[in-house]
Each structure stands twice: as structure tokens, then as C-alpha cells.
């Protein structure tokens, strides 16, 4: 099975999970990384041949640059394989300025940029991030059109670079809401970059952790009816395999981020999270960087995950 992921929720909040710092953002380069030749190889590990041939890792850099690129005090063996953000703020940031709440979310796409790009350089394998929740409808109509020509033109713009950075585009949530144009997009952006494997970036869309949860009751519900599966077989794993995040190898994410100081998950992956590290950030999304990740990141690798178990 795809998941791994039985693992123990620790909800105490240390001082290092909630940080009140607020930093400006780092300026964004545009991704131009290659693609991974290797993809059928496990996390982190070396290609006997090549690496005694030409010292390359999995996802195409020698071992030693990889090495190299990790900030002081991260280890690559305790490295997340999966990071959630919920990307929150975007309009206080916008309000903290008296700016309008466009540029909010135009500076959240550019918070977006660099995350992405730093996933890459570290080789964290999956990155999910809640763009949009089903209930964000509830908002005016103007904000919802915006944002949805947002995240078409942010798409458009960067499919090419994340075809040429080697990462793959998955969309989850309900995507029959979502303006046709933006459709037709998002489907040839998971057919143009179905078969990269340096990074997959997971965008959600009209989601919400609930429904997810309700349409894998039904979809085994009716592979019940239909004699396929019986009901004493349905377990976490059969539930598991129906949810939305059956696109990736990495359903469960090791680590959520969510920023702007709230303290909930609204209704983000309501399964997916049983045993995630949690870390609360004070910046506003839009002032995420380098160093906000880096924090995360560092409690993240200093948490004893016991999945259930005892202290090691």
C-alpha cells in the first residue's frame, strides 16, 4: 500500500512551533532546473552506477552540490518527504499596507514561486498547497473571479518552467465549479507534466477534506454494491486509496505549514493530517520566504514522531 503513515499526533504547541516574527518576503528566480533522470529510485537514494561512475543522485546533481545546497543545521535523512501549506494572510497583508487585496494574492503567487523553488533545490518530493476552499464561493463574486483568472494566468505562466524544472502538476477538489477555460488548462497541465519527477506539486482547488472523505465513502460504497470489494476488506488503507491524494506515492504529509497566526486546519485534509507535525507561522503568507521555511523546517527535524509508539 501507498501509505506508511500510522503514525501518532502529537498536538502539544512548543515555542518553537508557534514563532511571532515577521519578515519581508526574498526575491523569487524564475526555476530553470533539469529534470530528474532517475526517477524509479526511493528518496535520497544513489544509482550504484552512476554514482560510481559520475557521483550523481537520484534527482540529477551530484551528491556533494545536493549536500552543498542544504542550509547549515538540516539533515537530508530527516528531510520531509511531503509539505501542506495553508497559504493564509494574503488579504491582512494587503489591508496591513493599505493596499487593495489584489495585490494580496498577487504577492501570495510570488511567495508561491519561491517555496517551489526551494522544495526543489532541498528535494523535498511533494508539496500540496490549499489554494482555494470550497467554501471561499461564499466570498464576493468579484474576489472569486479574480483569483480564479489568477491562478489561470499564474498556470499559463508557469506551466513552461515547471515542464523544464522537471515538476509534476496535480489539481484535487472539485474542478467541475471551476470556469471552463481554467478546466481545460489544468487538464493539459497534468498531461504535460505527468511523467516529471523532481517535485510534485499538488494544487488544491475547490477542496474540501470533508467531501474528500464523503466521495471515497461513496466510491467504495459502490464497489460494495457492485461485488468488487466486501465490506469486511474495507479498511484505512481501501479509504485511504479512494481519497483525492491517491495521485501522489506521499499521501500523508510529514508537515503542515499554515501561516497568518490561525490556529485550525479548516477543513484542509481532515484524514491525511492524523499524525502530521503541525507548525504555526505568524507571517502572513505573502512574507513567507527562505527563512520562515527554514524555521519550520528545523522544528520539524528536532520533533520525535513516535506514530503511536514510545520515545525511541
Known amino acids: 500500500m501507498r501509505s506508511l503513515q500510522l503514525q501518532a499526533l502529537q498536538l502539544s504547541l512548543t515555542p ?22 532517475v526517477a524509479s529510485l526511493p528518496r535520497n537514494a544513489i544509482s550504484i ?15 556533494e552540490e545536493y549536500l552543498a545546497s542544504l542550509p547549515e543545521g538540516l539533515l537530508r535523512e530527516l528531510m520531509p518527504n511531503h509539505v501542506a501549506v ?9 489591508r496591513m499596507r493599505g493596499l487593495p487585496i489584489w495585490s494580496g494574492y498577487e504577492a501570495g503567487v510570488r511567495a508561491l514561486r519561491r517555496l517551489v523553488e526551494l522544495c526543489c533545490k532541498w528535494e523535498i518530493r511533494v508539496l500540496t498547497v490549499f489554494a482555494f476552499s470550497s467554501n471561499n464561493w461564499f466570498r464576493p463574486k468579484v474576489e472569486t473571479d479574480f483569483l480564479m483568472g489568477l491562478f489561470e494566468r499564474g498556470l499559463r505562466d508557469e506551466l513552461e518552467n ?5 515538476i509534476r502538476i496535480s489539481v484535487i477538489g472539485d474542478s467541475t465549479k471551476l470556469p471552463k477555460p481554467l478546466q481545460v488548462l489544468i487538464t493539459e497541465a497534468l498531461e504535460v507534466t505527468k511523467n516529471n519527477s523532481r517535485l510534485h506539486l499538488i494544487v488544491a ?4 477534506g470533508q467531501k474528500d472523505i464523503v466521495q471515497a465513502c461513496q466510491s467504495i460504497s459502490l464497489k460494495v454494491k457492485d461485488g468488487v470489494v466486501k465490506p469486511e476488506d474495507i479498511d484505512e488503507f481501501l479509504i485511504e486509496d479512494e481519497l483525492e ?30 499524525y502530521t507535525e503541525l507548525y504555526f507561522e505568524h507571517t502572513h503568507w505573502p512574507d513567507f520566504g527562505e527563512d ?5 523546517l528545523h522544528s520539524f527535524q528536532q ?4 506514530y503511536g509508539g514510545q520515545n525511541s
Not at 552506477?49 to 551528491?63: D, I, K, L
Not at 520533533?303 to 513516535?306: E, K, L, N, S
Open 16 to 37: 518553537s512551533l508557534f514563532k511571532p516574527k515577521l519578515l519581508s518576503h526574498l526575491p523569487y528566480s524564475t526555476l530553470r532546473l533539469p529534470s530528474p533522470p
Open 49 to 63: 552506477s552512476q554514482s560510481q561512475q559520475t557521483g550523481v543522485v537520484q534527482n540529477g546533481a551530484p551528491e
Open 86 to 94: 495553508i497559504m493564509d494572510g494574503n488579504r491582512r497583508w494587503a
Open 162 to 166: 515547471f515542464t523544464k524544472a522537471g
Open 205 to 208: 482547488v475547490n477542496y474540501s
Open 245 to 274: 491524494t491517491n495521485c501522489t506515492d506521499f499521501p500523508c504529509p510529514d508537515l503542515l505549514i499554515r501561516t497568518s497566526g490561525e490556529l485550525r486546519i479548516s477543513n484542509f485534509f481532515l484524514w491525511q493530517l492524523a
Open 292 to 296: 520562515e521555511f527554514l524555521e519550520a
Open 303 to 306: 520533533r520525535q514522531r513516535r
